[in-house]
T-cell receptor
Framework: GENVEQHPSTLSVQEGDSAVIKCTYSDSASNYFPWYKQELGKRPQLIIDIRSNVGEKKDQRIAVTLNKTAKHFSLHITETQPEDSAVYFCAATGSGGYQKVTFGTGTKLQVIP | ETGVTQSPTHLIKTRGQQVTLRCSSQSGHNTVSWYQQALGQGPQFIFQYYREEENGRGNFPPRFSGLQFPNYSSELNVNALELDDSALYLC????????????FGPGTRLLVL
């Protein structure tokens, strides 16, 4: 089955700096890659997603890049703010005729004011 | 916030008991997926329901079962509860089974004593 690895597990940045989180996946048939932000005690919320026919997608301060050949994708957050502090999960949707979403292990991002 | 709701919000059970968790999908969504999220980990896929049929299953034993109703709401049933079943149970709804964005409910936190 699909395996998603995520790095780093924790990340501390100064407010205004950029943060980068990287993920790799194992199933070359995976074709949909969402990123979720989860604040303590709350539900995961979709922040951005990318499909396999696109190499990069940007939404204001957030961008995601996908390298299908290398089977890795990354989340970039620019001009970080304290409210960006949360746990971020990458995920990959594998093959099989149903939407089994495999999540990474999470990155705890701390933005220091 | 999404239109996905779950009940109850919290639940305490003892080992060996049975539990039923409920999920109402977002309007217009016909697919519900269930996830188990242990503390400090990413969500793990349990199974997915599409148009009232189970449409895929993760690595969970048969004592985890589910239903989807004609209005696309769903139930997760867990029999013979074990201590390791203590977790946050999340449901997510989507408008289809392929490359569709999943929107999560707030979760049910289950504690098994």
């Amino acid at each position: 089955g699909e395996n998603v690895e995520q790095h780093p597990s924790t990340l501390s940045v100064q407010e205004g700096d950029s943060a980068v989180i990287k993920c790799t996946y194992s199933d070359s048939a995976s074709n949909y890659f969402p990123w979720y932000k989860q604040e303590l005690g709350k539900r995961p919320q979709l922040i951005i997603d990318i499909r396999s026919n696109v190499g990069e997608k940007k939404d204001q301060r957030i961008a995601v890049t996908l390298n299908k050949t290398a089977k890795h994708f990354s989340l970039h957050i620019t001009e970080t703010q304290p409210e960006d502090s949360a746990v971020y999960f990458c995920a990959a949707t594998g093959s099989g005729g149903y939407q089994k979403v495999t999540f990474g292990t999470g990155t705890k991002l701390q933005v220091i004011p | 916030e999404t239109g996905v709701t779950q009940s109850p919000t919290h639940l305490i059970k003892t080992r060996g008991q049975q539990v039923t968790l409920r999920c109402s999908s977002q309007s217009g969504h016909n697919t519900v997926s269930w996830y188990q999220q242990a503390l400090g980990q990413g969500p793990q896929f349990i199974f997915q329901y599409y148009r009232e049929e189970e449409n895929g299953r993760g690595n969970f034993p048969p004592r985890f079962s589910g239903l989807q109703f004609p209005n696309y709401s769903s139930e997760l049933n867990v029999n013979a509860l074990e201590l390791d079943d203590s977790a946050l149970y999340l449901c997510a709804s989507s408008s289809g089974i392929l490359q569709e964005t999943q929107y999560f409910g707030p979760g049910t936190r289950l504690l098994v004593l």
